[in-house]
């Protein structure tokens, strides 16, 4: 079946850039999407890609797209303490199945 | 208002009780999921329904049974609960109508249920 991979701990300083990794198996993936889920909350929708597009841009938040690769990142600059939460990528098919979501990215910020 | 809410928000109950968990949404929907996560696994999906009368089994359905009362409302019932289903529970929704985008999905708070 589908699957998709993150690393599951990051670590960066106040001010920094971010990169999240995330690979993913399913080469008929049509959105691929980034959600943030803070502590002691629910997941929330952070941005999203379509497939046929390498790059999205949106304020402090990059997203890149290697079809080829199947790596999708999310890059998050001048990182914040604000943005300590857990980040997970999720794909979705064409057809009608649920999302697939990675395991999720904890990202600390040391201040 | 929250667009989708989830009741109980913390539950602790004992092995072998049933228990409930219930999720509303206002976003006129047709799409719900139910949800556990663990530390380090991530989310995985118990059960979902794309419309009143579907219901679909997701990657744990073990242990597990839903009730579609309505678009609004869709049900997790633990039949006799157990220690390892101690975790967190998210309630999600998706609109069909979004066309590429349906598989969007929009998250209750979560409920955190623990099992003594």
């Known amino acids: 079946g589908e699957d998709v991979e993150q690393s599951l701990f990051l670590s960066v300083r106040e001010g920094d850039s971010s990169v999240i990794n995330c690979t993913y198996t399913d080469s008929s993936s049509t959105y691929l999407y980034w959600y943030k889920q803070e502590p002691g909350a629910g997941l929330q929708l952070l941005t999203y890609i379509f497939s046929n597009m390498d790059m999205k841009q949106d304020q402090r938040l990059t997203v890149l797209l290697n079809k080829k690769d199947k790596h999708l990142s999310l890059r998050i600059a001048d990182t914040q303490t604000g943005d300590s939460a857990i980040y997970f990528c999720a794909e979705a098919e064409s057809g009608n199945t649920p999302l697939v979501f990675g395991k999720g990215t904890r990202l600390s910020v040391i201040a | 208002d929250a667009d989708v809410t989830q009741t109980p928000r913390n539950r602790i109950t004992k092995t072998g009780k049933r228990i409930m968990l219930e999720c509303s949404q206002t976003?006129?929907?047709?799409?719900m999921y139910w949800y556990r996560q663990d530390p380090g696994l991530g989310l995985r999906l118990i059960y979902y329904s794309f419309d009143v009368k579907d219901i679909n089994k997701g990657e744990i359905s073990d242990g597990y049974s839903v009730s579609r009362q309505a678009q609004a409302k869709f049900s997790l019932s633990l039949e006799s609960a157990i220690p390892n289903q101690t975790a967190l529970y998210f309630c999600a929704t998706s609109d069909p109508g979004q066309g590429g985008l349906r598989e969007t999905q929009y998250f209750g708070p979560g409920t955190r249920l623990l099992v003594l």
């Open positions: 976003k006129g929907h047709d799409r």
